[in-house]
C-alpha cells in the first residue's frame, strides 16, 4: 500500500508563494505519474500539474501555467509544487496523488489515480 504525505500549506498574502512537497512511501521504479489536484467545498477535486517519474514529462492546468512549476528528487522519492504569484482564487486543499499506469504525458482525469494522500491546506489572503 503506498502512503503519499503531503506538507507545506499554510496561509500566504496575494502575490506570495509556497511550496508544497508530496513524500511517497515506495521505491520509485513502482511509480509512473505523480500528479497535484485541488479542491475547495462544493466543487470538484481538479488537476493542477502532473510529472512523469522517469522521463519527467509534465503538464499544467491553465489556470496555473507560468506560476506553478511540479518537480521531483526521485532518490528522495518525493514530488514538489513551487506555487508563486498566489491568486485567492488558489485557495483550495491540495492532493497529492500517484498513477501506477505508464503514460506518455500524465493523466489529468483524478479518476486514473490509484493513491491518495490527505491533503494540505493553501489559503491565500487578499
Known amino acids: 500500500q503506498v502512503q503519499l504525505v503531503e506538507s507545506g500549506g499554510g496561509l500566504v498574502q496575494t502575490g506570495g508563494s509556497l511550496r508544497l512537497s508530496c513524500a511517497a512511501s515506495e521505491h520509485t521504479f513502482s511509480m509512473y505519474t505523480m500528479g497535484w489536484f485541488r479542491q475547495v467545498p462544493g466543487k470538484d477535486r481538479e488537476f493542477v500539474a502532473g510529472?512523469?517519474?522517469?522521463?519527467?514529462?509534465?503538464n499544467y492546468a491553465d489556470a496555473v501555467k507560468g506560476r506553478f512549476t511540479i518537480s521531483r528528487d526521485n532518490a528522495k522519492n518525493t514530488m514538489y509544487l513551487q506555487m508563486n504569484s498566489l491568486k485567492p482564487e488558489d485557495t483550495a486543499v491540495y492532493y497529492c496523488?500517484?498513477?501506477?499506469?505508464?503514460?506518455?504525458?500524465?493523466?489529468?482525469?483524478?479518476?486514473?489515480?490509484?493513491?491518495w494522500g490527505q491533503g494540505t491546506q493553501v489559503t491565500v489572503s487578499s
Open positions: 510529472i512523469t517519474w522517469t522521463a519527467g514529462r509534465t
Open positions: 496523488a500517484l498513477d501506477r499506469s505508464l503514460r506518455f504525458m500524465p493523466a489529468t482525469t483524478r479518476t486514473m489515480y490509484d493513491y
